[in-house]
């Protein structure tokens, strides 16, 4: 989803942008979903401690909430929730993957107040169906998206690139484009069921051939009248950092940092509050809405307060001597937590990859602990740099090997960067 420009500046932190699971329980089971969305998560909100959490956030002064699953739209008070947040001031959109929105729900969310909905469309439809581990899926991507548009909703789409799926863009966006006024672009992340299957993921000199192409199609996007943005875990500060960033032409905006905790809150559907909808449940959660407002969450714990007072001196590796240091801070912290086990170091970074290049070198991720096996999870990998030219051990392997279950070794070679 993308994320429009919020004029906070003079109104401190405050969560303008929240992202709201509404249930774990979803009608896919994708092979990269990082929450691992299937079955609904044990003592999910009810309707009315929902709408109690959608009372909270409108007295802090929240202005957009999208709602998520699994999908959303699966919880029994889904179309209550839409209609109280509309009803108290705040955009309301829909992240999801499309299978059950027909004429008829998307006419229901457009009266019950939803602003928007954003399909998740990973790549053309072999690539798409394989992904999200269902035959027939990317049909239904497509059937969403119409009914949303005839009902009058803003339409959007998102999608996760990665080495099963890269070579889809250019085409994936002549099928959007006459569908679509916004197109949200990022990179599938080792977390959840993506960690299982490493295979699957970018390199980071993957980047030196994407980065450029999504700029290249963001450009071809303003002439037909679709906005591309990337999402907060592709970019940093390489030739097209303004071009990726900025929504008008001319404008020379770019990446300032991670917002989780700042402007942005995540919510688990059973109460769970952290910064970020995609930070790792295990080291982010702040406390639980069943026990604790929203506000003293917000304002009290320090889980959420981790990029607040952020500076160089909190980097690390790499990052910690980077010239863009002190205005990137090491870009989108869970990225950064899923590859290496903590923020403030990540090598998905276009300028990095490039910096690496000049010396005819590049940084190779090597998977080294598995993940357990838990929602908003992660293993861990190791940094190998080695020359450019180095045989790519992955480039041969078939696009339908890319999503199954990777066997990760026990033990690699050390780390020659970090």
């Avoid at 966006?173 to 992340?189: G, M």
């Avoid at 769970?272 to 929203?294: E, F, R």
């Avoid at 450019?388 to 066997?407: M, N, Y």
């Amino acid at each position: 989803m993308t994320r429009r420009r919020l004029n906070v500046a003079d109104r401190g932190f405050f969560p303008a942008y929240v992202v709201w699971e509404l249930t774990l329980k979803c009608d896919h089971a994708c092979l990269h979903c990082g929450s691992r969305a299937s079955a609904a998560r044990p003592d999910e909100l009810g309707t009315e401690e929902a709408l109690g959490v959608a009372k909270q956030l409108i007295a802090m002064g929240t202005t957009d909430v999208v709602l998520i699953g699994g999908e959303a739209y699966l919880h029994e008070g889904f179309l209550e929730i839409v209609e109280a947040l509309a009803k108290g001031g705040v955009r309301v959109g829909l992240t999801t993957g499309g299978r059950g929105v027909d004429e008829a729900l998307a006419q229901q969310m457009k009266d019950r107040g939803l602003h928007q909905i954003s399909v998740s469309v990973d790549g053309l439809e072999p690539a798409h169906d394989r992904m999200r581990n269902q035959r027939g899926s990317f049909a239904g991507t497509q059937r969403a998206l119409a009914a949303a548009k005839k009902a009058g909703l803003v339409t959007m789409a998102n999608t996760n690139f990665n080495r099963s799926n890269m070579m889809d863009l250019e085409a994936l966006f002549e099928v959007l484009a006459p569908q679509i006024s916004t197109w949200q672009i990022q990179i599938t992340t080792p977390l959840g069921r993506a960690a299982d299957r490493t295979d699957m993921l970018l390199q980071p000199w993957d980047l030196l051939d994407l980065v450029p192409r999504v700029a290249a199609v963001k450009e071809l996007g303003r002439t037909r009248g679709v906005t591309i943005m990337p999402g907060n875990n592709l970019g940093y500060f390489g030739p097209e950092e303004a071009l990726l960033r900025s929504q008008r032409k001319g404008d020379r905006d770019h990446w300032s940092g991670c917002q989780a905790g700042r402007y942005v809150m995540g919510i688990e559907s059973d109460g769970a509050v952290k910064g970020c909808p995609s930070l790792q449940t295990s080291h982010y959660v702040g406390g639980n809405t069943k026990s604790a407002s929203v506000k003293s969450i917000w304002e009290q714990t320090p889980e959420l307060a981790f990029t607040r007072a952020r500076t160089r001196e909190d980097l690390w590796g790499y990052c910690k001597t980077c010239v863009f240091g002190d205005v990137c801070l090491g870009g989108c912290s869970f990225t950064a937590h899923s590859v290496l086990g903590r923020p403030g170091n990540n090598p998905y970074c276009h300028f990095r990859a490039r910096e690496h290049h000049k010396q005819g070198l590049r940084e190779r991720l090597v998977p080294k602990d598995a993940a357990p096996g838990l929602p908003f999870d992660n293993g861990l990998f190791e940094i190998v740099v080695e020359p450019f030219e180095t045989a790519d051990p992955g480039a041969d392997k078939p696009l339908e090997s890319l999503v199954q279950i990777s066997r990760r070794p026990t033990r690699m070679v050390p780390s020659s960067s970090v």
